[in-house]
């Protein structure tokens, strides 16, 4: 999807971007009306159970597996069309979870630049070994220290940790603005 919307009119992409995050649900005369191409398909991929497309987290999906020129071009041009499902769609487009999969380069400078106690509130939400990738990169004493604290806080709210990551992950957004760290196998890559 991604590399058709790459090959599509610059002018229509924001467009067709557009549409796929505002798509409904599908009625079933839609989907008659391509039931001879694509019914097997459909059956083999998904089974009998409805066939769930478009949406936000489609939308965001397709824009990161496009360029970083694609999606610097889409998303102001989005903002135009429909301030409100940019928003949804850049909230989709990248998540703390995303974090976990960055080189340890990438992972060093971000974690210069957040604060520690936001640190161990955000680990605080993720499974032991989900947190090892945030530990890799620091040294064994202050991995240790990290640890150690996440074990000795009590039950923390579920808001508060969910505030630290989006707090972190603005933070990650901001480094891949000024080119300090890369996400996704290449430079034009974003995830």
Known sequence: ???VLHALPRAMQPQVVHRIATLGPVTAGALAMLETVLSQRITDSHGPAAL???????????INNASRATE??????????????????EG?????????????????????????????VALKGLEDEDREAFFRCM????????????????????SEVVDAQKAIVQIARRLAAEGTISFGAGDDDYV
Do not use: T, Y
């Open 1 to 3: 999807a991604a590399q």
């Open 52 to 62: 769930n497309i478009g949406g936000p987290r489609e939308a965001a999906e397709i």
């Open 72 to 89: 610097k071009r889409i998303m102001p041009e989005l903002i135009k069309i429909d301030r409100l499902v940019a928003k949804q769609i």
């Open 92 to 120: 989709e487009m990248f998540k703390f979870d995303h974090l976990l999969s960055i080189d340890d380069k990438s992972m060093g400078a971000l974690l210069r630049e957040v604060d520690s106690e936001q640190l161990i």
């Open 139 to 158: 040294s064994s004493r202050a991995a240790d220290g990290v640890r150690d604290e996440i074990e000795a806080r009590g039950r923390i709210k579920l």
